[in-house]
Each structure stands twice: as C-alpha cells, then as structure tokens.
C-alpha cells in the first residue's frame, strides 16, 4: 500500500526556492519566475489536488520538468506555472498584460491560448481522430512548447496517479502509452518517453510490470560489472589518444522488456540486451566527420 504524504504551503514554497536555484536562467528571468509563481499560487488558492497536496505542487513540478529536465527558456516554465489557471473560465488570461513586460506577455498569452486549444487532448476515446490528430500537428506548427508543456503535465499525473480511482488509472494509462510516449519520443524525449510507458504499464498489468521490475533490479549490478568491464578498455584508449568523450548507459526499462518479449515471443530470461550504451566523441578537428563520412561511402 502507498502512504500518501501531503505537502504543505510551507514545504512547497521551500522546493520553489531551492528549484530556482537550480535554474540556469539568468537573475532578471529568475525575478520573472517568481512573479509567475506568487501569481499561480494566489490563483490556486484554496485549490488542492485529488491526493490533498495544495494546488500549485502540480504547476511547480511541471515547470521543473520543464526547465530542469527538458531545459527550456523561462517562458515555458512560467507558461507551465500558469497552465492550469487558463482552464478555469473566471480567470481572464489578459492578466499577463499587468504582469510582465510586453513581448513577454504576447508570447505567454499565445502558449496559454495554445494550452487551452489543446484541452481536448485529454479525452482522446471520446473525440473524433482526425479532429484529434489536426489538433496536434495544428500546435506542433504554432509552437512545440505548447506540445512539451503538456507532455510535462502528463508526467508530473502518472507520477500522482495512485490517488486515482482503478477505471480512470486505467484511462488515463491507456491514453499516456498510446499517445504521450509516441510524442515524447517523437521529440528526443527518450527519458520521459520511458518514465511515462512504464508509469502506464504499472497501472495495465500490474503484475508483470512487477515482476520485470524486480528481474531488472536483481539483475543491475551484474550489469554495471560487464558494463565497466566492456568499457575499460575503451576509456583507456581514448584517454591515451586525448579524445573528449562521454559514455552514456542506461538499463532497458521496463515496458521496453516487455514489448521485446511479446514481439519477439520470448521469456523475460531470454532477453539479453538489457544494457545500451552510447559513446560520444568530439573530432579532433573540424573536417574530421566529413573525413569519415567518405571513406564509410568508398
């Protein structure tokens, strides 16, 4: 059983502080961000979530998933503070107009507006496809921010999601696997893309997800032996031939391993690649890529 831990005000505006910190944004956006969020908090006043946080926890974990984990500019982690705001009717969204400096404000209020035309995203098995779908590509035209603030949004629910009641755990499940991983990888967002597939596969089949997961975690520092064992040597070579380099490894998540077991119809005992490893190398001079290139055509 889950125990739910409810936030206070207090704790909240303490993560507000230590998230803006965090920022890389410069001191004038920093003061920006600040704004936006006194803003947000005073305008979900009163306001708490279905698992009994205070509101404005949602938009602030949303912006931090947009500035820290996606790394965007300031004016998508202040239009995801605002986000939920433009949903309700009584709130005129000319309120940025007062609030921030003008070139700011036009921008806010055409991500806010985009926001609110996408609202529909959400009840994708009761709107027409091709209404759906136009939405989409429509949006993606106009400004992709608008398609990461919600992808944000749709993280920050599945993470939240056990307060939820089984039927609509299981739609708004159905809804993240079949549509916001598909985007999320579609735009580079291979991190969130996993998160969200397995966040979704924990609620539609709880126990194989629960059974993969413990294989996974039983099976981790084996991994990382043969993992540093295979790139030692890699490590030295580069190193003595003064490469920069990065080595990135994950561990394939959990929903990957099951898809790999029903397209290839085999056991989880049968699935061997786990691991997956990426070497990036700076050239050691300019036209040392185009240099490669050639010879791979030759």
């Given at each position: ?7 206070t005000?207090l704790?909240i505006?303490?993560k507000f502080?230590?998230f803006?910190e965090?920022?890389e944004y410069n ?5 920006l961000?600040e704004?936006?969020y006194?803003i947000a908090k005073n305008g979900?006043?009163d306001?708490t ?9 949602h938009?602030l ?8 984990d996606i790394g965007?500019p300031?004016?998508s982690?202040?239009s995801a503070?605002?986000?939920?705001l433009?949903m ?7 309120f940025?107009?007062?609030s921030?400096p ?5 921008d806010l ?12 995203i ?5 709107t027409d496809k091709?209404t759906f ?14 398609i990461y603030?919600?992808?944000a ?5 599945m993470?939240?999601l056990h307060?939820l009641?089984p039927?609509?755990?299981y739609?708004?499940?159905?809804e ?8 999320a990888?579609?735009?580079?967002l291979y ?7 397995d966040?979704?596969f ?6 194989n997800y629960?059974?993969?997961?413990q294989?996974?975690?039983?099976s981790?520092?084996i ?10 040597p890699i ?5 003595e031939?003064k490469?920069?380099?990065r080595?990135?490894s994950r561990?394939?998540s ?6 790999k077991?029903?397209t290839?119809?085999v056991?989880?005992?049968e699935?061997?690649?786990l691991?997956a490893m990426r070497?990036?190398?700076k050239?050691q ?11 791979s055509?030759?």
């Open positions: 059983m889950i125990e739910i831990v409810k936030l005000e704790e505006d303490k502080e230590q803006k965090m920022c001191t004038e956006e920093k003061k961000l704004k936006a006194k979900h006043k306001h979530r279905y698992n009994g946080d205070p509101f404005i926890n938009p974990e949303v912006a931090k998933i947009i500035a820290l965007l300031v004016i982690a202040i503070l605002f986000h939920d433009v309700n009717p009584e709130i005129d969204i000319n940025v107009d007062v921030f003008q070139e700011i404000a036009k209020k055409r991500i806010l507006k985009g926001l609110w035309r996408l609202k529909g959400s009840n994708y098995f009761e091709i779908y136009q939405k989409i590509i429509e949006t993606i035209a106009e400004d992709l921010q608008i603030i919600k992808i949004d749709r993280l920050h629910n993470r939240t307060s009641e039927y609509r755990k739609k708004i499940s159905t993240t696997l079949y549509i916001y991983g598909p985007l990888e579609r735009l580079g991190k969130i893309k996993s998160e969200l597939e966040q979704s924990k609620y539609l089949d709880e126990k629960s059974i993969i997961k294989k996974l975690k039983d981790e520092q991994n990382i032996m043969r993992l540093n064992k295979f790139t030692l490590i030295h070579f580069l190193r031939n490469y920069e380099f080595i990135l561990q394939k959990v929903y990957s391993t099951w898809k077991m029903q290839k119809n056991t989880l005992d699935v061997y690649d691991l070497i990036i190398i050239p001079k300019e036209n040392e890529i185009e240099e490669t290139d050639r010879k055509v030759v």
